[in-house]
């Protein structure tokens, strides 16, 4: 059982869809990538909270932490050099606001992926899953 129409279905259709896109409008212009962006400036900005043990300051007052170790590790990959990265440290309201605003290529600290942030911002993979648990005392 072939394609609807014959052997020509789908030549005819890529030829309609080009026809109907040129006539009725212009395709937009797709726009660089935001890694594409990284690249071309040669370096990344990265949204960092203080939050031990993701980021915070040492005992010389140098930012380290796991989301600092990613960071220079996506430099090191991207640009070729660990120390390309810029770390702003940002508040938890702030996190957000502060991608939409355009003055970081993206956000290094602890974001739950939920449905409403989806409206606003692209998740990558999870890549730390914690959890959190209550504690207390046994009564008798």
């Not at 203080?50 to 170790?69: I, K, M, N, T």
């Not at 998740?123 to 899953?129: A, I, N």
């Amino acid at each position: 059982m072939g394609l609807p129409g014959g052997r020509g279905w789908a030549r005819g259709l890529t030829r309609r869809l080009r026809h109907r896109s040129a006539r009725h409008h212009q395709l937009p212009v797709q726009q660089p990538s935001r890694l594409a962006k990284i690249k071309q400036q040669g370096r990344l900005t990265a949204a960092v909270q203080d939050d031990f043990p993701f980021s915070f300051l040492d005992a010389h007052q140098q930012r380290v932490g796991f989301d600092v170790d990613l960071m220079r590790e996506f430099a090191r990959r991207w640009l070729g050099d660990a120390d390309a990265v810029t770390l702003v440290p940002v508040t938890t309201d702030r996190r957000i606001p502060t991608l939409l605003e355009g003055n970081v290529d993206l956000i290094a600290a602890a974001l739950t992926n939920t449905p409403a942030r989806q409206q606003q911002i692209a998740f990558s993979h999870t890549y730390l899953q914690d959890g959190q648990r209550l504690t207390g005392t046994r009564t008798r």
